[in-house]
């Protein structure tokens, strides 16, 4: 079974920076493309970011070149770097797994994730 364990989340103040980490457990680096998704209070789900199994990162436009995904392959754990961040990234943040093919990462269709870890940004 797909097993993802994030953390990390906190409280910011506004112009911070935040790093999140999740552990996958349960299945092959490359037989999944992972990512991250994002919901806040009252908002639809929107998806952050995703690396492909071959290693192509996309970011949604909202987080681009604040949001930074990193993986330490050795530890089955990616990463979340975020930086310059604002009140409207406050949301619980959630590790997810997706199939490496077709257009699923770049639209961040995931299929599977595990619990959340909140990130308030505070003005």
């Known amino acids: 079974d797909v097993q993802l364990q994030a953390s990390g989340g906190g409280l910011v103040q506004a112009g911070g920076s935040v790093r999140l980490s999740c552990t996958a457990s349960?299945?092959?680096?490359?037989?999944?493309?992972i990512g991250w998704f994002r919901q806040a209070p009252g908002l639809e789900r929107e998806g952050v970011s995703c690396v492909s199994g071959i290693g192509d990162t996309y970011y949604a436009d909202s987080v681009a070149g604040r949001f930074t995904m990193s993986s330490d392959n050795a530890k089955n754990t990616v990463y979340l770097q975020m930086d310059s961040l604002k009140p409207e990234d406050t949301a619980v943040y959630y590790c997810?797994?997706?199939?490496?093919?077709?257009?699923?990462?770049?639209?961040?269709?995931?299929?599977?994730w595990g619990q959340g870890t909140l990130v308030t940004v505070s003005s």
């Open positions: 997810a797994v997706t199939n490496p093919y077709g257009s699923n990462c770049p639209t961040f269709n995931f299929k599977s």
């Open positions: 349960g299945f092959r680096r490359h037989d999944y493309s």
